[in-house]
């Protein structure tokens, strides 16, 4: 710790931050653009300037940049010096000299950091009256919009994009005083992060073009705190609505799991909310088109309910308490999972894993702190793109501890990346062919997944000689694996990610034996697994047979199927089979899909934004969403809670709404101690702060005496929510409430989401009270747990056969964001890859089309030649809309298409 003195007040304070990033954890307001706590300090912008003093006896002192000094004992420093002052406010001057000053017309008015800090620094008038500088904006693709005139150079855009995201398509460009931030000519930008830009842009020059379709201003908005739904990491959003559509995603904090940062599928992929094809009321086929309303609903389910056995098919993308009614109401040994067997498997391989307590499960933030990587098998840019930017960030750890040497601080960015300029730290991937991270990887080893198992256990081997070791591996690859467990056994935070891509459990145990082996020569290894689905983790927890099972097994006169299309899961035979046994099949959905149309009774199911859940990650982390707004249509309910009126009702007793949410996960917990500790995710419903609710609605929150004028002149009573702490009004509390339960984030004088500063313990750091999310898998634990040792054979090419595997893609294998129209737009076409021996075997070239027939089903494919590819091994993407019902890995005949 440190003593400094800002404007003769003494303040104990952590050595090696900067100034101004300590100024700001001790609540004190001082401007600032260029600077990012995620990406550190260059110096660009001047707008931080404070005095600093030799000692408490200067009295002239010298102008400094804050972001550019180093906190140091006995440092005397002033803010509010005329001088700084005045400097602070000519500077920022100086920078809106070429603003067009179009605050009423601009997407960030009411929200702008530009506005925040012109204010702060007393620049309320301008004087500037000659013609301004002026640019042309680009098209950017169907993500962000481009107001190039906006601009302040503060350079956080490339900093962002090029320097922290990787990203390869935006730069900066100059000729003498014309600066412009934007691509070499119009077009899509590439990166999957590339949404960031709307909230780290501190003006309107990017900004967010999918709320352009419906605009409205922040403190217009209905918020409440969210967790993204489009993959298994459990970022951390915040949603919001008007006029009962969802508006935008923006990303909420959380230093555990996605930082300040999340992925464009995350952020853009919302509006299936909005979409047309929402469920809408209860159908009844074959009594009546449309039930009307709950009572009729109950009138006509009275024979199903009380009547005859049920079985319940549960859902990866439901919420834990959606599937635990549905558990509850058919009962234990009749709840299936709603994903096929070798998902299952794969799953309950990684749950088994991390439960454990032999390996250690790291938060994102860890992941960012590894010295070693080695990705076994997975695509994270495709399948967990924030686990991506998370390596992206690790592969620096190396140089930026070579750097610390020479006392060169950590948030010092611009002198770090002149020293350590291209070096990186050690990544090793292994996957079929090369993915996106490669560019940044140490070395790649390009094989099928059983050899990629293989290579691990070979590494395991390595590590420790009593793991065993692969049979009839060749001397290259062996060399390979000891250099690579060389590396791992030298590290200090040596990372193993794998995963479900692949669709290969052997992957998950040379995974697991390579972590334990490090565990054992006393190396604190973490081991990140990815599964498919944003609550894989948490319907695997309930430890319920597969829908495989329940398609060989049950014979039942109902079958209730939760918010799951079974034709993405299964071939498209097999579940019409299926179906075709049930008398009555119910099904609680919000979009309408295959199975949907299969309904005799078919339920509107609330998403996300409409309701309340809880949600395990990839990580084991619950963490709770809670409902944005109430839906037009009262017909639409949570999921769980029309489950547990059947529930009533089955019993006997009369439908009434549980009092609270809290009462479902407290017989959760009962029934399955697994969960233990997920009821303390967010406070409970009856949780008030000075008797006040938490308001979803800004202070500033406008028109809402008249949003519904056309329908009563008098205004209607605000929706309760029995559910939450939460108001959907802008009465309530007005302070920082819990993590769990940020709305958004808002302070005096700091408008837009830099205001997250004011909700931290220090800047950068955890939210106050700590953040959001509850571990439930426990480490340390005493386990008998050894070594795997089913390791598979060499992979073989089949003779008249071809073993095809799965790729995910960001846009696209994802069930609901497809339903977004600029998602829809970037998502990928069908294709079959190929590498070259077998493209030249079967004589296709890039772009012909290939008949693939895999069981009953047969596509007609575009060849895309990858030459990595090994021999006998082909791939096509995963889950794409016209490719559902593919059992993975598959095994194919392909065939060239005459034409």
Known sequence: MALIYIDKKPYEVKQGKNLLETCLTLGLNLPYFCWHPAMGSVGACRQCAVKLFKDENDTSGRLVMACMEGIRDNMYVSVDDPVAKDFRSQNVEWLMTNHPHDCAVCDEGGSCHLQDMTVMTGHAYRRFKFPKRTYKNQYLGPFINHEMNRCIQCYRCVRFYKDYAGGKDLDVFAAHDHVYFGRESDGVLENEFSGNLAEICPTGVFTDKTLKEHYTRKWDMTMAPSICQHCSLGCNIIAGERYGELRQITSRFNSEVNGYFICDRGRFG??????????????????????GDKQNLFNSLAAVLLG????????????????????????????????????????????EVLNCGRVHTPSLKEIEQADVVLVLGEDPTNSAPRLALALRQAVRQKP????????????????????????????????????????????????APDDIARFGFAIADYLNNTAPIPKGMNDQTLEIAKHVADILEKAERPLIVSGTTLFNEDIIKAAYNIALALEMEHKKAGLCFVVPECNSAGLGMMQAPSLTRAMENEVADTVIILEN?????SPKQDVDHFLSEFKNIIVLDHLHNETTGKATILIPAATFAEGEGTLINNEGRAQRFFQVFMPKNQNIRESWRWLDEFRQFRNGTKPEDLNELDNLMEELVTAMPQFSGVETVAPPSDFRINGQRIPREPHRFSGRTSMLANVAVSEPKPPEDTDSPFSFTMEGYRGIPPAPLIPFYWSPGWNSVQSINKYQIEVGGPLHGGDPGVRLFREGLVSKAGFQDNIPTAFKPHKGETVIVSLPHIFGSDELSVYSPSITSRSAKPYIMLGRTDAERLNVGEGEILHVQIGGQGYDLPVVRKDALPEGLAAMPYNLPSMHGIIWPAKGILTKTIS
Do not use: C
């Open 308 to 351: 005859g056995k049920m079985i319940g098919i549960g859902s990866p993308r439901a919420s834990l308490e959606a599937n635990f009614a549905l558990r509850q109401l058919v009962g234990k040994q009749h709840f299936y999972q709603g994903i096929p067997e070798n998902e299952t498997r794969l799953t309950h391989t990684v749950l």
């Open 400 to 447: 930026l501890e070579d750097a610390a040497s020479i006392n060169i601080p950590t948030w010092h960015d611009a002198a770090l990346r002149e020293l350590i300029q291209d070096k990186k730290g050690e990544l090793f991937i292994a996957y079929p062919i090369e993915t996106k991270l490669d560019e940044v990887a140490t070395e790649t080893f390009h094989v």
């Open 270 to 291: 919302y509006e299936f909310v909005n979409n047309v094809t929402r469920v809408q009321r209860p159908i009844v086929r074959g009594e009546m088109a449309d039930v």
């Open 565 to 569: 299309d079974l034709y993405r899961r």
